[in-house]
């Protein structure tokens, strides 16, 4: 059923239109992310045909991906993902990003990486598992895997002067592996990251928002369970 066949039309012009599937479909909007996160990112970036991303925890090549908007737009970037069923994906459907078969953490260790029914809990979060499995997530099987720094990751690549944003959705490890980075070399436009707090508040009095702060980033949006950081130099 139409919404707007529903409801009075001063109310749906008014109050509904936006938020209507069948409206946002004209206007030839396909989100690909969880929570409109590629949208917000091309409100604050503008409409661009051409431009560089980082996604860390990439997932799957376009659910819930934060990126997969942008190269359909002819954007290319670095997908890294601990998961070799999905790495998989990634290599098949987007052949024009570098895919990384690799995990991050805060330094080069082997972490036990915890494999969900649902993939995008898969976590190397001991803390996180055992919370997703108290909240009856079935948990399919755990393994050994080595992981190293964002640095030592991308060491051998060459990477634009300009990145455009970072995303980063690792259940649990986000701000662990941000803290690794070398901001004086890698200082993306816009950082994406997950932050399970249910005001902009608690988001403010995050250590995740205290530390990027220190690193001349500005909190300035917050979605559900996402935060969006803003270069200010």
């Known amino acids: 059923m139409k919404l707007k066949s529903w409801v009075p039309e001063k109310i749906y012009q008014q109050y509904l239109k936006p938020f209507d599937l069948n409206h946002l479909h004209r206007l030839g ?113 755990k393994e050994q895997i080595a992981t190293t720094t964002l640095p030592l990751a991308l060491k051998n690549l060459i990477l634009p002067t300009n990145i455009d944003f970072l995303s980063i959705d690792t259940e649990g490890m986000d701000l662990n592996i941000l803290m690794t980075n070398d901001w004086d070399s890698l200082r993306p436009q816009l950082i994406l990251a997950e932050l399970k707090v249910d005001s902009l508040r608690l988001a403010l009095e995050s250590k995740m928002n205290q530390y990027l702060e220190q690193s001349n980033y500005r909190l300035v949006s917050k979605l559900y369970n996402t935060i969006l950081f803003k270069r200010l130099d």
């Open 29 to 141: 909007k396909r989100i690909y992310s969880q929570e409109g996160e590629d949208i917000l990112i091309e409100r604050y970036l503008g409409k661009k045909s051409k431009g560089f991303y980082i996604d860390i925890g990439a997932h799957h090549p376009f659910r819930f991906s934060n990126t997969y908007y942008f190269y359909r737009q002819g954007w290319s970037g670095i997908n890294i993902e601990p998961n070799p069923e999905l790495f998989g994906l990634l290599s098949k459907h987007r052949p024009h990003d570098i895919n990384l078969n690799i995990g991050l953490s805060d330094k080069p260790q082997d972490l036990t990486y915890y494999y969900f029914e649902e993939a995008a809990y898969n976590t190397f979060s001991h803390e996180i598992a055992m919370q997703l499995i108290a909240n009856k997530n079935i948990l399919i099987r």
